[in-house]
């Protein structure tokens, strides 16, 4: 893009985002075996949350019954989401409405 100002002209780039790649959600679900503390330690460690936002997360899970903890790519959430079923938590990727 070209500006001109004062007779001068100065060229802009700009960068255009065309599609978002972010358009999935990872969800952790409630279930009766798992404790808060393990659901806790497992955000932290895994999806990278503060201990307060994994704390809210595990009751929002708890009350709500699931519970988008992290949006992103898919490819992003895929390994997240594998780390999290192999500790025993149910989790899944669902793809949000655009």
Same mark, same amino acid.
């Given at each position: ?35 808060? =503390?393990?659901?806790? @330690?497992? $955000?932290?460690?895994? #999806?990278?949350?503060? /201990? !307060? ?5 595990? %009751? ?10 992290? =949006?992103?790519?898919? @490819?992003? $959430?895929?390994?997240? #989401?594998?780390?999290? /079923? !192999? ?5 899944? %990727? ?5």
């Amino acid at each position: 893009m070209t500006i001109t100002y004062n007779h001068t002209k100065y060229k802009e780039e700009v960068d255009v985002l065309t599609e978002l790649d972010e358009y999935h959600s990872l969800v952790v679900w409630n279930d009766e075996v798992n404790s808060f =503390d393990w659901v806790i @330690e497992t $955000l932290v460690e895994i #999806c990278g949350h503060s /201990t !307060e936002q994994a704390e809210q997360c595990a %009751i929002i899970i708890d009350s709500k019954g699931k519970y988008a903890v992290k =949006d992103g790519s898919f @490819e992003l $959430l895929k390994p997240m #989401c594998d780390a999290i /079923t !192999e500790r025993g938590i149910g989790a899944t %990727i669902e793809e949000m409405a655009r």
